[in-house]
């Protein structure tokens, strides 16, 4: 079976660097908050154009803490896509905010500006675009209806690490952007990791303090806050990623554009589009279709896997039916869950397989 990703030859490839940087971790005797996580925040920051980045326990926490950090909580609400992973929704949410769906674009996958202007209320405080599968959101749009609105923008980043909007990189594009080291993500780590980004240094301070249960001096509280902090070991792997991301990156672009030759003239399969001002990394490359029961099944017998992301959009989740949405109410998010699957894409696919794949989409299309 050819799978969607393979971790294990990514991890591989750098093994040794990573057991001699555990080990260091070990022999330092400092595992919680140590230089390994400074080193990686100021490297981060550096790279992603911001003047601070906080890591933290994961990519949810990343996303609940900044909207916290903005005082973003009961009563509010923030406006976010309803076709995503559902921890953009559950942050708003555990915040302790109402998430306020605004249906995402056919081409792009990304909340549509339009929509977004539509759902504004005298309770909105934020919106949250998610540059999905790894393509930028339509920041210069959504910016302009926040700054008329006085609203925070916070960029769900978590799997774009290293796209870039107008020559910007995600996670400098608005008030903050967050980020995910989950092992799946184009950047990630052996566990759980999440970073913010922001320029803001009393956010960027707050931020610290939240993930630390509120303390800036230890044992001495101003706030409840968290315990969501990440280790010096996944720092320390992380650093040795950060030196490979860019080419990892580019190997996704490189597949992604042998796949987009390949399929430029399928009948019967869609392959993603990316605007021109913007670059996708191609987290995840997914092909619409009218019948995606039928072409799952086709790769499955031709050994090849496929995954449905996302199968069940947000505002139809049994978790928000008290939010009184019903079917219908996004109907491109939800056509989308109907139709998009994904196909094998990671830097370490090789091009024997993507041959396979490539011909098996393609046969698949002749025979429909
Ligand atoms: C992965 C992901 C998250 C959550 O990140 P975790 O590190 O798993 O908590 C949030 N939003 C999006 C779009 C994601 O893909």
Redesign the pocket.
């Given at each position: 079976m050819i799978p969607l990703i393979n971790l294990k030859r990514q991890f591989t490839t750098i093994e040794k660097e990573i057991v001699t940087a555990v080990n260091d971790v070990i022999q330092s005797g400092n595992y919680i908050l140590g230089p390994r996580v400074s080193e990686l925040e100021k490297k981060a920051a550096q790279r992603l154009g911001t003047a601070d980045a906080i890591t933290l326990g994961?990519?949810?926490?990343?996303?609940a803490l900044t909207l916290e950090a903005f005082g973003i909580g009961s009563g509010d609400e923030v406006i976010t896509s309803p076709f995503?992973?559902f921890?953009?929704a559950e942050?708003i949410s555990r915040a302790g905010a109402v998430p306020v769906f605004a249906d995402v674009t056919p081409d792009f996958f990304t909340i549509d500006p339009e929509e977004v202007a539509k759902k504004i209320t005298s309770r909105t405080k934020a919106i949250l675009p998610?540059?999905?599968f790894g393509q930028p959101a339509d920041m210069d749009e959504i910016n302009a209806i926040a700054k008329e609105h006085d609203l925070i923008v916070i960029e769900?980043a978590?799997?774009a690490f290293g796209a870039f909007y107008k020559g910007m990189p995600v996670g400098s594009l608005a008030d903050a952007g967050?980020f995910?080291?989950?092992p799946?993500?184009n950047l990630g780590t052996l566990g759980?990791?999440?970073m913010v980004t922001t320029s803001d240094e009393q956010i960027a301070a707050k931020i610290r303090k939240l993930r630390a249960h509120g303390s800036e001096q230890k044992y001495y509280h101003d706030m409840i806050g968290y315990n969501s902090r990440l280790d010096e070991i996944h720092a320390a792997i992380l650093l040795i990623c950060l030196q490979h991301i860019e080419d990892w990156n580019n190997q996704r672009k490189k597949l992604a554009n042998h796949y987009n030759d390949a399929f430029s003239d399928l009948k019967t399969l869609l392959p993603p589009r990316t605007k021109p001002d913007r670059t996708h990394i191609y987290?995840l490359y997914c092909l619409k279709t009218e019948n995606r029961d039928q072409a799952v099944d086709f790769l499955q017998e031709r050994r090849i896997s496929t995954g449905i992301y996302y199968p069940c959009c947000l505002h139809l989740q049994s978790a928000y039916k008290d939010l009184g949405y019903k079917h219908g109410d996004f109907p491109v998010a939800e056509q989308l869950s109907d139709q998009l699957f994904a196909i094998p894409m990671h830097p370490f696919l090789g091009e024997d397989e993507q041959q396979i794949i490539i011909s098996a989409v393609k046969e698949m299309d002749e025979e429909r």
């Open positions: 994961n990519g949810t926490d990343a996303l995503t992973f921890a953009t942050a998610v540059h999905l769900d978590c799997q967050c995910s080291f989950f799946t993500k759980d990791g999440g987290h």
